[in-house]
């Protein structure tokens, strides 16, 4: 993979669209904004790289479920990129707006990026 590839969890589409539609719900993301953002996530997911359900994805799930992520959602896409990484984290940047989750990718030695 080429440096400006953006990889993500294959579950990452479908958590997006829920956090959006709970925005536009709660009001604090009007209708107008929805769209444009709907708009921008399928644009990002048409150059995205999905990593598929595996069973070495959801091993590492497991595991980091076990050590320290609590949600399971979060799991998989920290075990994806652990996956993705193949042993060497600190050559793969993580983005991540969710505090809970950089602090396990910071623990499993991935660069975070603000």
């Not at 440096?3 to 956090?19: I, K, L, N, Y």
């Not at 075990?79 to 505090?99: I, K, Q």
């Amino acid at each position: 993979m080429e440096d400006s590839d953006m990889v993500v969890w294959w579950g990452t589409e479908v958590e997006c669209v829920a956090a959006l539609e709970r925005r536009i719900r709660e009001g604090s993301l009007s209708v107008t904004e929805g769209v444009r953002a709907y708009r921008i996530l399928a644009e990002l997911a048409a150059c995205w790289v999905e990593v598929p359900a595996s069973a070495a994805v959801r091993g590492a799930a497991r595991r980091l479920l076990s050590s320290h992520v609590p949600r399971a959602a979060d799991s998989l896409q920290l075990a994806a990129a652990v996956v993705v990484a193949r042993g060497e984290a600190t050559s793969l940047p993580f983005v991540c707006l969710d505090n809970r989750l950089l602090l396990a990718a910071v623990r499993e030695g991935f660069p975070v990026l603000p």
